[in-house]
C-alpha cells in the first residue's frame, strides 16, 4: 500500500488521522488554512460582542457576556493549537492575520448597534456555528475533531443565553420587541451567507468532502439551519425577513429566497463594513501586547539562570 | 464560527508559506487535567507560555473555566519521547496473540463466573 493509500484507508474506516502520520500535502495545506481561519474567527469575534460589555443592561447579563467572550478566546486557543500540530506556528497565523493574508468568517465584519444584536449573535450565529460545528466533531483529523468537541459544548451555552435573552426582549416592551426585529432583519441573510458559497460555486466541498474534513455540503447545513430556526422565530414572535421563505411538504423543508451573494463577496474581499476596524483593532492589541511578551520571557530566562546556579 | 470562508483578493491559497516574524515566541507546553479524584492525569491540550508557572495559570484559565478539572500538570512539549509512527508496525497485534486475552480460553458453564 503507497502512503496515500494507506491515509485513504485510515479516513474510510472512519479512524482519525493524527499529526503524526503521513498526510497528503493538499489535506495538511487545507487544513491548516480552515483552522486558522476557524480560529482567527473566534478572535476576531471577541470584538463586535465585546462592543457590548460595558453597556449590558444589568450585572447579570454582563457576566454572561464577559463568560461568552472568555470562551471565544479559549475557542481561538483550542483551534491554534490544533493548527501548530500541522506544522504552523502560533506567531506566523498572526502576522498572516495581520497582513489580510489569513481570512476570518465575514459574518464579523458587521456591526452590533443594539443590545439585541448580543441576543441575536447568540442565537443566529452561534447557531450556525453549531450546525457546521457538530459535522466537524467528526472530522477526520483528530486534533481538529477533538477541539470541536470542547467547543461544542460550550457554543450551546452561547446560543441559549442568546435566545434566552431575546425571549425577554420579545416579551417586553414594544420598543423592545421592535429592537429584535431590527436585530433579526440585519443579521438574518449574513447568518445563513456562514455555510459559504453555493455548493454550485463552492471549490473547496468535494475534495474536503473525500478526505472527510467536511462531511456535509454547504447548501445541506445552510438548509439544516433554516429548518432549526424558523420555528424558533416563531416563537419569539418575530418575522424572518425573507417573503420567500415558506414550507414545502413534499421536501419536508423550508424553502427559502436568493442569498445576496454580490454583498457576501464584496465582504469577501474586505469591503464589509468593519473589516478595516476589527484588523486595526486585533493588529493595535497584538503590538500593545508585545512588551509583556518579551518581559515574561526575559524572567523566564532569568529564573532558569538562577535555578541552574 | 465556521469556515467555508472563499479565497478572496490577497489571500495566499497556498498558505504554507512560512515567514520569520523576528519574534521569539514563547515555547509550547503539554497539559494534563485529572478531572476528579481517583482517576489519572489525562491530556487534553496544548498552550503557550513563558514558563511553567504561567503555563499552569494559562492552563486553568484555558482548559478549566467550568469546573473540568482538580488538578493540572503541565510539561514542555519538546521534553514528550515518542516512536517514529513507522515504528507503529513493532506493536503486538491484539489478534497474532490471542493466548494473552482472557478471552481466549473456554471455561464450562458449570463452573460459574470466571
Not at chain 1, 202 to 225: A, C, G, P
Not at chain 2, 2 to 24: C, F, K, M
Request: charged share 25%.
Amino acid at each position: 500500500m503507497t502512503p496515500e493509500e494507506k491515509f485513504q484507508a485510515i479516513v474510510e474506516a472512519e479512524d482519525k488521522i493524527e499529526p503524526t502520520d503521513w498526510m497528503p500535502e493538499g489535506y495538511r495545506k487545507t487544513l491548516i488554512r480552515q483552522i486558522a481561519q476557524h480560529a482567527h474567527s473566534e478572535i476576531i469575534g471577541m470584538q463586535p460582542e465585546g462592543n457590548w460589555i460595558t453597556r449590558a443592561p444589568t450585572l447579570h447579563r454582563k457576566a454572561i457576556l464577559m463568560a461568552k467572550v472568555q470562551d471565544e478566546a479559549g475557542h481561538g486557543l483550542y483551534l491554534y493549537s490544533a493548527a501548530e500540530t500541522l506544522g504552523v506556528d502560533r506567531d506566523e497565523m498572526q502576522e498572516l492575520l495581520h497582513q489580510g493574508k489569513h481570512k476570518y468568517s465575514s459574518i464579523f465584519n458587521y456591526p452590533t448597534l443594539t443590545w439585541a444584536d448580543i441576543g441575536t449573535i447568540g442565537w443566529l450565529v452561534d447557531g450556525a456555528a453549531i450546525t457546521n460545528q457538530v459535522m466537524l466533531t467528526r472530522c477526520s483529523y483528530g486534533p481538529y475533531a477533538r477541539g470541536m468537541v470542547r467547543i461544542c459544548k460550550e457554543e450551546s451555552f452561547h446560543q441559549r443565553q442568546g435566545y434566552e435573552s431575546l425571549i425577554r426582549l420579545c416579551q417586553g416592551s414594544e420598543e423592545q420587541k421592535a429592537m429584535a426585529q431590527d436585530a433579526l432583519n440585519r443579521w438574518w441573510w449574513p447568518s445563513l451567507m456562514m455555510f459559504g458559497p453555493p455548493d454550485s460555486d463552492s471549490t473547496h466541498t468535494e475534495r474536503s468532502m473525500q478526505w472527510k474534513i467536511k462531511r456535509v455540503s454547504n447548501d445541506d447545513l445552510r438548509q439544516q439551519f433554516v429548518d432549526m430556526t424558523v420555528p424558533q422565530a416563531g416563537y419569539l414572535g418575530i418575522t424572518i425577513p425573507d417573503p420567500e421563505l415558506k414550507w414545502n411538504e413534499e421536501r419536508g423543508h423550508y424553502d427559502f429566497g436568493e442569498v445576496d451573494w454580490d454583498e457576501f463577496w464584496q465582504v469577501v474581499k474586505g469591503n464589509g463594513p468593519m473589516n478595516r476596524e476589527r484588523v486595526e483593532n486585533k493588529t493595535r492589541a497584538w503590538e500593545e501586547g508585545a512588551w509583556v511578551r518579551e518581559a515574561a520571557n526575559a524572567y523566564a530566562a532569568k529564573q532558569s539562570k538562577k535555578d541552574a546556579a | 464560527m465556521t469556515y467555508d470562508v472563499p479565497v478572496g483578493p490577497g489571500e495566499s491559497a497556498d498558505l504554507q508559506e512560512h515567514i520569520d516574524t523576528g519574534r521569539e515566541a514563547w515555547p509550547m507546553w503539554e497539559v494534563f487535567v485529572r478531572a476528579r479524584r481517583g482517576i489519572s492525569h489525562v491530556h487534553i491540550g496544548s498552550l503557550h507560555a513563558a514558563d511553567s508557572e504561567t503555563a499552569l495559570q494559562n492552563a486553568r484559565d484555558v482548559y478549566t473555566r467550568r469546573g473540568e478539572g482538580v488538578s493540572i500538570w503541565v510539561v514542555p512539549s519538546e521534553e514528550v519521547h515518542a516512536f517514529e509512527p513507522d515504528d507503529a508496525a513493532d506493536y503486538v497485534d491484539a489478534n497474532e496473540k490471542v493466548y494473552r486475552h482472557a478471552t481466549a480460553y473456554e471455561i464450562p458453564d458449570e463452573v460459574g463466573h470466571m
